[in-house]
């Protein structure tokens, strides 16, 4: 996925062009060593996985979710997921009105992406524990994959010593 291409979105949604590139601005700040376009395009990969295989209920809230949930990231703060929520709540009211997507659905999708380790079974959907899965599919990757995960957060973190970030 590059800058001027975006992704195919399902359901025909066509992504406006501005709200790609602003999508693409976002990724691309510096200090992404990790979370960039590259890891949006891994979620979007597991996300059409998912698609092709058992599906999903709102396709296009799924992938509007996958697009935005890291849209906002500064290493430390927490609350990267409420602002990205908040931009995709934006972006669908500003560039896609009256396409009938569910903005809440997208929002909490993201949302719950904070709360990766803490959530239990009963606290989420089977829908959105496989959308949790896509985004922490790095972690069962193979080694050279999480290694280069791996490398990125650090390289995220690197304001953080060393010997606490081990």
């Known amino acids: 996925m590059s800058e001027l ?5 399902p359901g ?7 709200l790609w590139r602003a999508v693409c601005a976002a990724y691309g ?11 949006v395009r891994d979620v979007l990969a597991r996300v059409g ?7 999903w209920r709102r396709p296009r809230e799924v992938f509007l979710a996958a697009l935005f949930h890291d849209a906002v990231y500064a290493p ?20 896609l009105p009256g396409e009938g997507i569910d903005a ?28 949790l899965d896509c985004d922490m ?3 069962g990757s193979d080694p050279a994959a999480f290694d280069a995960y791996d490398r990125g957060i650090a390289a995220e973190y ?6 606490l970030y081990a």
């Not at 690197?158 to 010997?163: I, R």
């Open 5 to 9: 291409t975006p992704p195919d979105a």
């Open 12 to 18: 025909g949604l066509a992504l406006p062009d501005p």
């Open 29 to 39: 700040e510096p200090g992404r060593a990790y979370h960039n376009l590259d890891h």
């Open 49 to 55: 996985e998912i698609a092709r295989d058992v599906g």
């Open 76 to 95: 430390g703060r927490h609350d990267n997921e409420a602002r990205s929520a908040a931009l995709a709540r934006e972006a669908v009211a500003r560039w």
């Open 104 to 131: 809440g659905l997208v929002e909490r999708l993201i949302l719950l992406t904070a709360r990766h380790g803490a959530l239990a079974p009963a606290d989420v959907d089977e829908e959105e524990a496989l959308f």
């Open 137 to 139: 599919a790095i972690l």
């Open 158 to 163: 690197s304001a953080v010593p060393p010997e």
